[in-house]
Structures are given as C-alpha cells and as structure tokens.
C-alpha cells in the first residue's frame, strides 16, 4: 500500500509560477512510475505528465508541454510537478498517482496503469 499526499496547490495570476509535491509512505518509491492528473470542473479528470522509475524519462500531453517539468527524488520519496507560465485553463485539481506496475523506463499516461492515488491539491489561475 502506498500513501499519497499532494501540496504547494494555490491561487495564482496567469503566468505565473507553482511548483506541486506529492510525498509518498513506503520503501518502494523507486520502483514506482510516478504521474500527475488533473481534473478541472465539468471535466473528466486527464492526464499531465509522467516519469520513470529511475526519473530518466518523462512524458507530457501536448497542452502542458513546454510550460511544465515533472521530476523525482527518490531519496526523498517525492515527486514534483513545477508550473510556468500557468493559464486561466490550467485551473484544475491536481493528483499525483503512483504506478508500481511499470516496467524500468515507462511513463505511463493512462489512468487504469496506475494503482494508487493522493487526495488532491487545487490550483486556480487567474486572468
């Protein structure tokens, strides 16, 4: 079982800055794919970006790419998802979820690939 708490959510002006945490319990982070969702309201909840198991290869949808940047300690068993230059429809709830069935260099983009999942953090961008 694996245990995950996102932070660093908040209200921001269109672009600006956010960098997102997502901490996670257990011994076994490294060998988990780690990924970010969000879910913004009326929405289906979709996909952000991903990193591998050793954090040597990522992978971001299109709408992200460029303006995000997802990486990992794995010593400190966290994940991080820094935000720039943040747009009105980035506003969402964002989730980290772990994917501790991934093979050594995948990033997974689909929700079924992964098993455990935070409570959430809100990220809100003003225009």
């Known amino acids: 079982q694996v245990s995950l708490v996102e932070s660093g959510g908040g209200l921001v002006q269109a672009g600006g800055s956010l960098r997102l945490s997502c901490a996670a319990s257990?011994?076994?982070?490294?060998?988990?794919?780690m990924g970010w969702f969000r879910q913004a309201p009326g929405k289906e909840r979709e996909f952000v970006a991903s990193?591998?198991?050793?954090?040597?290869?990522?992978y971001y949808a299109d709408s992200v790419k460029g303006r995000f940047t997802i990486s990992r300690d794995n010593a400190k068993n966290t994940v991080y998802l820094q935000m720039n230059s943040l747009k009105p429809e980035d506003t969402a709830v964002y989730y980290c979820?772990?994917?501790?069935?991934?093979?050594?260099?995948?990033?997974?983009?689909?929700?079924?690939?992964?098993?455990?999942w935070g409570q959430g953090t809100q990220v809100t961008v003003s225009s």
């Open positions: 257990g011994r076994t982070f490294s060998t988990y794919a």
């Open positions: 979820a772990a994917a501790p069935r991934s093979g050594i260099f995948y990033t997974p983009s689909y929700e079924r690939e992964y098993d455990y």
């Open positions: 990193i591998s198991r050793s954090g040597g290869n990522t």
